[in-house]
Every structure is written in C-alpha cells, then in structure tokens.
C-alpha cells in the first residue's frame, strides 16, 4: 500500500512539473527562427482560399523569388475558417507566419494583442511604396497611426438582382433609388412570379446596416470601439424588414437556411439580395441565372454610404525578417505582372499600376463597371474594433432567430446588445 | 479453412451471472504469493506501461493540467493567462448559449447512441455467419463509416433531406410534410441524429470481432436443450458480448458527448456554425467557437472541464452498473 | 467451418436452408439498398457538372460528365494529388503500426498483471478520453513547437508510439480480459513470463482486436484534419483529409465536382484496406482456438 502511494505521489510531482513546464510556455510563446547559414531568407506566407486562388498565387511567388534570389517563400492555405484556427493557434505560440492574408475587419483584434508588424519603418526605409494606391487604400491599413496591413485589393457593397425577373415585374432599378422603392420591388416581382421571392432577408448583414446607418449619419461601430446605434434604431431595421418578411415577399429563414452552402439568390430563391461585389464571381458559377450589379438603396435619394474594404497582406510582429516581409508585399501589391495574374481574385486590385495591367473580361468586367459607377460615393470605411467579428456573428444569428420564429424582437435586440456589449468590451 | 475443434479445450463455460468486476480489470487476490512475486509484477506492470506512462506524461497530462489551469484564467491566446477564481464557471451558468448547447447535445446523446448501437449489433448478428459474399457485404456495410465526417457528406446530407428530396418525399406518404429539414429548427438535429446512426460501422466491427469469440459448443449445447433463438440471444450471446458491449456503450456516449466534426459538417462551415437558429449547437462546437473564434479559451477550458465532470459522471456510473451485468472470463469460475 | 457458426440453427434441411439464404440476401440487399443510397448520391454526384450539385434532387446524373476525375489530374498548387495520398498512406500506416504496438504492451499490463496503482491508473487512462480535445490543442502545439517539431510528421505520429490513444488500450484491455485465465496459468507453470506470455499466447488470441484497432486506426488517421492542418506547414506535405479541403472557400468559386470526385477517389485505399483486413477478422478467430 506504501509502495502504491509512493509511486503515485511522485507521479503527481512529476505531472505538475511536466504542467508547469507548459504553463511557462504558455506565457512566453517562441519564436521560430527560419534563418539560414547561406545569406538565403526564408519567409513564410499563409493566405486563405482554394486550389484556384492557389494556381495563381504560386505563380506570383515564383515570380518574386525570380526577382529576390536571396529570398525563399514557403506559401501554406487553407479553407477561411480553418486558416483562423490554424492561425490563431500559431501565433498563441509565438509561431504565427512571416507574411499573411487579413482582412481590415481583423486589423483592431489582431493589432490590439499585438501580433501585426507596423511596417511604418519599412516604409519610411523604402522597402515599401505607399504610393499609386486607388482611392486612398494607402490609408485603409492605417491603425492609431500603425500600419498593420496593406491592402491588395479591394471591394465595395453591391445589390445583386436578376435582370429578367425585375424586368418582368416592371421595376426598374436606378441610381438614388430609396429603401422604400427597393421593398416595393420586392412585393412587385413576388406579385409576378411565384416561384421567386422578392429579396433574400438581409437585415441580418452587419455590413447592409452599417450603411444604412451611415446614409443617416451615423455607422454600425463608434470610432472609440462601441455600437453606433440605439435599441430603437435596431428594432426599427429588423422590424421593417420582418415586415416584409411576413408578408411572404422575402425568401423564409428556413429555405435560406436550407439553400446553404448557396446564397439565397444563387439558389435561385429570390430576385435579389446585398453583398460584396466580387461575390459575383461565385454566384456566377452556381448559377445559369445571369445576375447583375445594381446601386444600394438610399435613405435621401443621394447617398449610399457605401466604402471599399479590402483585403490585407499583413506581417507578423515577431518575423525575424521585416524588411524582406516589407519588399515582399511591396512585390505583390505593386508589380503589374502579380496584378496581371491575380486579375480580380482577391477584389479589384489596390494599385493603379496592377489595376491598369489587367483588362478585366466576362464577369470581372461587370464588376470593374460597376465600382467605376459608385465610385464618386465612396467615403471612409467604418472602423472594426476588436470584438466586431463576434459582433457581426451575433447579428446574423439572433436575427435569423426571430426569421425562424423562434424569438420575439424585443428579446432579440436585447439579447444582440448584451451579446455584443460584452463582445466589444463596454 | 482450417477445422478448429480444439477450441473446446479452452474449456470455456457460460458465465454463471455471479461476476466481481471493479473500477479496473481486476484479477482475484492471488493467495499469498511472496513480496518477491509481487514486486517482479509490479516491475513488468510498469516495463509494459512504460510507452503508455512517457505518453501520458509528455503529452496528455501536462495539456489536460494547463486547460484545467486556463479554467480558471481570462485567456485569450496571446496574452498571459489571467487568474479570475471562478468566473468562468459562474458565467457558463448565465449564459443561455451554454444551455442551449447543453440540451442540444443531451438530445443527441440520449437519443442517437441507443439507436447507433442498436443498428450496429443488429447488423453484426445479421453479418457474423459465413456467407457467401461475406467480404461484400461487411465492406457495404461498413461504407458510410469508411467517408468519415467530409466534406463530401455535409452535402449529400443536405441534398437528401432537401424539400422534395427523397426523405422528405417519402415522409409526406405518412403525412409528415416537413419541407426542407436542415433548414428547419425543429428538424436540423434529428438529420445529424441519423448521420450518426448511420455510421454505425465502428460499433458494428467491434461487435462483430466479440462474436467471433463466442464458441460455438455454447450454442449447441443449447440448442440441444431446446432453447430458442431468443432464449439464445440473450443466455449466451448478451452475456458472453457484455464486455463489449459495455465498451461500445461507453465510448460511444463518449464521443456522442464530444460530437463536432458532424455537426459541423452538415451546420456548414461559415459565421454562423450552430446550424438554423442555434439548433445544431453541440457542446463541441459552442467550446470551438469561443475558444478559436471568440479568443476566449479560459472560458471554453471551463467548458471543457464541465463536460469531462459530465461525462466523468456518466462513465462512473456505467462502471458500478458493470458488476450487474458485464461478464468476464475470468470471473467465470 | 463448423465454429464459425455463430448462433445459427444446426438443424435444417437443405431446402430450407436454400429459402432461408435466399430471403437471407434479398433482406440484406434490400437494408444495403437505403443504407448505400446517400453514398450512390455521391457517385452519381461526381459525375454531375459542380453548378448541379449543392441541393440536387436527383440521385444520377441526366448528362454524366467525366470531367471531375479528369481534372484531378492537375493536382492542387503544383502539388499531384499522389503527393496527398502517399502522404497519408505514410502516416495512417505508421499510425497503424504504432498503435498495435504500444497499445497492446499497456493493454496487456492492465488486462493480466497485478502491479502497484493499477487501478489508479487505468481510471487516469479513462479520463483522458474525456477531455475534448479543443482545449489541449494549444498546449500541445506549443509543447511541440518547442521541441521544434513543426512541420515534420512527429506530432502526428508521436501519441500513436506511446499509446496515447486510450480508445485502442481500453478496447484491447476488453479483448484481453474475455480470454481464459487458464491459458496464461498453465505458461506461468511452463516457466514463460509475461513478454512470452503477452507475445506468444495472447497476441495471437487477441487477433480480432488487432485487426480492429488496425482497421481504424488506419481509417481514423486516413480521416483525420485538425492535426495535419494545424501541424503541417507546406502544400507537399498535406494529406488527403487537408486536399479535400482545398477545392472549396467562401470567396472562390467552389469546385464542388473536384471535390467530390476526389472524395471517392479517397476513400478507395481505406475501403481496399478494409476489405483486406475484415477477412483477418474471421481468421483470427477461427484458428485462434489451435494456437491456445
């Protein structure tokens, strides 16, 4: 029995100096060092997306290293989510990638922790041009005066509508037209054709709120991190479009929620539905439906509140090689060449050179056209604070909530502010 | 195919209901064997362990004491843990989502693992005598288990109970018009339900291995005393596949209670992972997301750690049950 | 054959015995039928053009098109899709080694050996098969990366050598203790010890559970994607479960054709691994009786 007790108490001491010993390691972290004896820098480079995005990106990694002979890139992907997870678990080891895609909605929560490189200094050592960016995207990484990330392309909120079944109810849809004109389009091509519904049921898209708040002079995040509405304004949005919702012209939380992993619209449930114009690229390829881009409704007729986002090449703060982190990016947001082979893969590209390099065909010229039509609206983006992702996530599940039935809106809005007041910190 | 009569020599009888079984695989006390024999035991126990034990200390224990450790931290990956008692614990508590998870996951447990089972012993009983296309049939079988949770499966299982898909076709011929099932709150769990009852192949194959090892002199000599298939069935074959049972049992509620991969797939990956209105949000999932997504991996250790005092409950509770009705061998005397 | 009989009837005329088989097969085929449905779905889906996949009705195709496999050919990223598959056979058969060995060796110790702080320990085995694994992820990542073994295939490999799977030494541990204690008493008596005892007497009885660890631990480890997604580092070194992943993101254009046409292509070594084994599964039993 001694003997027994013996042996299990120093397997507990060993087991809590094994714990301990990790414990340590979680606070500390470690950075991986990659350099290598000759001269040869090795980067690493992790990017999210699929095998077609991969083609392209090899190609243009390629191309830099035929540039920079002294610089190796080890390129890694995955699929949006799994690139999180697989993200966020290197870098809470210290071993985040050298170089990595991101997006400006996570430039506060991944800024704040202190993982992004402000490649300010690379700039100001010339290892990076800021100069010859659309539309003042130079500034979009631009974080309390750190630059976290340099935008490679760019995108703006769109309506997606199908021509033909607007057509046929005789609505037509033009710039300056109002939220009211846009729900009675819905009823109208519902009334028409009753294999369709008037529009999918976006109240639920953080992104389509925010610019209708901005069309009423305010905007979904505060510049200080905190929502930019008030519990009314929300029940107002919501209910609106619950309104519609009941009146059967907007396509029911269940069919959409089946339709997935398709949009409503490219299952061919509604006649149109609010996203990000390079979408189109996708729902062109789910559906023989040809769809196009149409102006976001407004409030006063004039403004639509509309912005570029964008995608981000970003560093890490703990890369031992700044400056070949620097001249990559520089390579792969300036170089005409990359902007040739990218085309609109990650959005319309950031630069005018790669912009001007690439002539844009089929539904990538649709796309062109339609951000050269709203691009006199353009106006800053909103600031994302840390905590916006799970924000825009509570968004889209408690009102899917009250879509399925399952919740009345009182408690819903309620439920979305405590949610997202602890999401943001408040 | 060699014949194998000898296996009588094992001289292997029915158990005989009366079985001492303990917490863990426990021998009767040998009679007074010497110190010296005891300690040459306690030396082999641990030369065989030894793998097991610089496993479990390298990279099992160590990771289970630090999430233990974060259960009571605000962690949010990159910066050190910060020690906050028991506040991670008394928000699960006020969290609705939790609660939602826990039924959820309750649901799927209690009512998918009896049906799992039920399958996979059935099909083995069906499988375990030699046919001809024996090798066919097993591999049919055991196919849907082969694909695993892909994403591949995530799909077929939208489009079969897709509104007017065969599913929901040939329910409405008993009057049961659901529509699209996935989409539908009510409905989204039981398709994850029977997802995992049909992939019963696992359950199947360890069943069917424990049958192989019941004699077959059991059966004859009962049959020589007139009992029938039932009385069969459960004189001999229950008791003699208890042990194997009680492991597909346990394991099954197990992983049942740790479901993810499944619940995602057919949820679809994307912001919004709980399946239509939070119905597919499994315990597994709701840890994820806070853990990977929402950075607060204090919290989700916390949740870890009440699913393992969960399923820690249940498992001690199948391991008393145990003495009633699981059979070993070697108690069998 | 006559012990493989299992619990059916002795007697019977061979008529009868002729109908039973006959409406034995037609009940069985006819359970197939259902089971298999959703996996015919996905047949008949790989040889559907992608845009008529996601919430297709029907089960075969009106206009079957080939061009799914052929474009598997081009691999993903410069990397064959060969690279993935020998990539994976590589680990799930290493997996499968490692797991018969050491597990049994634990196995063997709880099931037939009387050691100090035995039952201590098998309850500390149990309990590591409680703790979802989300939340040991980041410790063992960083346990790893300490010991510098990112990218290489020991994280993925390592638990399976050290019996960190409690699953196969909990089975086994099962197996082991439905075998007669006579057998290991009369070798004591000969003067074996326990490794003679372990290797000669009750790893061969124990064949069926062999053969089912090793079945799936192969189909495990062949499925498996958050280890070699969080662990492995390059495109060349991916496994199936990874390159499956990689036909689909939110903002592509999803390759769903690809993708499931590689998914059958996948699964074709586990099922011929299967198929290969599930016939030791009968073996093992039926000559274990002349080894004892």
Redesign the interface.
Known sequence: MG??RG??RARGV???A??L???G???T??G?GSGSGDGKVTI?Y?W????????L??KTVEMFEKEHPNIKV?????????F???F????????APDVFQNSYAFLR?YGD???LLDLNGQAKAGNLSLKGFRDGLEKAGDIDGKLLGVPVGANTFALFYNPDAYRKAGVTVEAGWTWDDFFAAAEKVRKSDDTLYGASDNANVMYLYDLYLRQNGKAFFTKDGKLGFTEDDLTKWWGRWQQHAKADELVP??????????ASIS?DLSASEFTWD??L??FA????TSLDLGPIPTTDGKRTGQYLSSLMLSGSARTQHPKEVAQFIDFMTHDPEVGKVMGYN?GIPATTSQYDAYEPQGVDAKIAAYEKSVSAQLEPITPHPAGA??A??AF??IY??VA?G?TSMGKAVD?FFNEADS?LGS | MTPTTTRATHGTRPPTGKSRATAAPGTRPAPAAGRRQGRRE?LAGYLFLTPWCIGI??LT???M??SL??AFTD???????RWIGFKNFQDLFQD?RWWTSVQVTLKYVLIGTPLKLAAALAVALLLVKPRKGQGFYRSAFYAPSLIGASVSVGIVW?AIF??DAVVDKSMSLFGWDV???????DWALPTLITLTVWQFGAPMVIFLAGLKQVPGELYEAAEMDGAGRWRRFRSITLPMISPVLFFNLLLELIHSFQVFTSAVVIA?????T?????SLLVYGWYLYEQG????RMGYAAAMAWMLMLGIGLVTAVLFKTQRGWVHYEEDAR | MGALRGGCPVSASVGQRGARSVIWHVGALAVLAVILYPVVWVIGGSFKP??QI??SLQLLPTDPITDNYRRLSDG???VPISTFFTNSLLLAGGSVIGVLFSCSLAAYAFARIRF??RD?LFTLMISTLLLPFQVL???Q???F??L?L?NTYVPLLLGKYLAADAFFVFLMVQFMRGLPRELDEAARLDGCGHPRIYWNIVLPLCRPALITSAIFTFIWSWNDFIGP??Y????DKYTVS?GL???????????YG?MVAMSLVALLPVLLFFLAFQRHLVEGAATSGLKG
């Not at chain 1, 999210?48 to 083609?55: F, I, N």
């Not at chain 1, 939380?253 to 398709?262: L, V």
């Not at chain 2, 949010?76 to 843990?81: A, E, G, Q």
């Not at chain 3, 992943?245 to 390759?255: E, M, T």
Request: contains cysteine; neutral net charge.
């Open positions: 003997a027994r042996t299990t060993r087991a809590a094994a714990a010993a990790a414990l390691l979680l606070a972290g470690c991986g690493r992790s999210w997306g699929a095998k077609d995005r991969a083609e990106i090899q080890k390129t890694d992907f995955s699929e949006y989510t799994d999180w997870s697989k966020n678990t290197q870098a809470a080891g210290g071993n929560k922790k202190n993982l939380g269940k069919k959409s929620e089946q339709a997935k992993p398709k299952a390079n979408f690229v996708r390829a789910e559906t023989k990650r992702d799970v825009e996530a889209l599940r899917t909530q399925l399952q439920q999401a | 306690n200390l390298l224990l160590g990771p004491l630090v450790y974060l962690y949010n990956l990159f910066d050190s843990p609705d939208r897709n509104d529509g699209g099932w996935i989409g539908d709150p679809g990956s994307g912001t919004n709980g399946g239509p209105g939070d990977f997504r929402n950075l | 992608g845009d996601i919430g993903i990223a410069d100090a702080g201590a992820i980041i410790p990542y960083i346990l990366q300490k510098d990112i997604l969080l492995l580092n390059e495109p990874l992943k990689l036909f689909i993101d939110q903002d592509s254009v999803a390759d690809g």
